[in-house]
Nanobody, 119 residues
Framework: QVRLVESGGGLVQPGGSLKLSCQAS????????MSWYRQVPEKEREFVAS???????NYADSVKGRFTISRDNAKNAVHLQIVSLRPEDTANYYC?????????????WGQGTQVTVSS
């Protein structure tokens, strides 16, 4: 059974930093595309950052230069380092794993970790 468990969220002041982590079990992240998404109430979940199996990374324009995604294949975990936090970064952050199984794309999601940016 695939399980993704996020951690590291919390309340932080504007300009502060956080490191989110996603611990995977039941799948090997080295064979998966790993991403972070975020969602606020009554809005659609939005893409934040991704890291492909090749190591290639991609970021939403709104987070470029402030967010850094990294993968630790040895520990089967993915991290999201966030600096210069803004109130608009407040959201529930979700870890996503995507892989191909028998020609089909399968997505797995964690339960999320809340990030609140407020003074």
């Amino acid at each position: 059974q695939v399980r993704l468990v996020e951690s590291g969220g919390g309340l932080v002041q504007p300009g502060g930093s956080l490191k989110l982590s996603c611990q995977a079990s039941g799948l090997t992240i080295s064979s998966s595309s790993m991403s972070w998404y975020r969602q606020v109430p009554e809005k659609e979940r939005e893409f934040v950052a991704s890291t492909e199996r090749s190591g290639l990374t991609n970021y939403a324009d709104s987070v470029k230069g402030r967010f850094t995604i990294s993968r630790d294949n040895a520990k089967n975990a993915v991290h999201l380092q966030i600096v210069s936090l803004r109130p608009e970064d407040t959201a529930n952050y979700y870890c996503n794993a995507r892989r191909r199984i028998l020609g089909n794309t399968v997505n797995y999601w964690g339960q999320g970790t809340q990030v609140t940016v407020s003074s």
